[in-house]
């Protein structure tokens, strides 16, 4: 019985940083002029607070009927979301630390170049990880320090009721 709390405890560390992969649909972006800014490539939910990273990928070619098309090469400039600090320097990857529970959309910007059968379009996607943020438990000393604090407070007020009797 005494292995109980312990096999608990674990159980409850292991669950709270459950990470869970995900992969966008890869989308189609027109590129005016040869480049994109600020695309909408996904979006996804969060239902607690989390830490997310990830990187988009780009498409190099299109395969329709058995006839494989070769599509312009894609260099990022920005990958993430919109108004978050992002913690990864590189252009095509992402990192954020404790994100909040809700939905985001992951944007994309970057040119086009080379040769393609689409010039002026690409397709684009991404693949990202979450990580869950463990709320901490207060400590039992916390809760004894806050008691012993209600209790001091109790025994002034008390003490100060019993004075102004007196007087």
Do not use: C
């Not at 005494?2 to 405890?9: E, G, Q, R, S, T």
């Not at 979301?81 to 990864?88: A, E, M, R, W």
């Not at 252009?91 to 040119?111: D, I, K, R, V």
Request: glycine content about 12%.
């Amino acid at each position: 019985m005494k292995f109980k709390p312990a096999v608990l405890a674990l159980a409850a560390t292991l669950l709270s940083g459950a990470a869970m992969a995900t992969t966008v649909e890869p989308t189609f972006v027109s590129a005016a002029g040869g480049s994109f800014t600020d695309a909408v490539i996904g979006t996804f939910t969060l239902d607690q607070a989390s830490n997310v990273s990830g990187s988009v990928i780009a498409a190099t070619s299109v395969s329709w009927n058995g006839l494989e098309l070769p599509l312009q090469s894609v260099s990022f400039s920005f990958a993430g979301i919109s108004g978050k600090t992002d913690l990864d320097a590189s252009a095509n990857g992402f990192s954020y630390a404790n994100l909040a529970a809700g939905t985001y959309q992951l944007l994309a910007s970057g040119t086009l170049s080379g040769l393609g059968a689409l010039n002026g379009a690409a397709i684009v996607g991404a693949q990202f990880s979450t990580t869950l943020v463990a709320t901490p438990a207060p400590e039992p000393a916390t809760y004894a320090l806050m008691l012993a604090g209600i209790g001091a407070l109790g025994f002034l007020a008390r003490r100060r009721n019993g004075n102004s009797r007196n007087q």
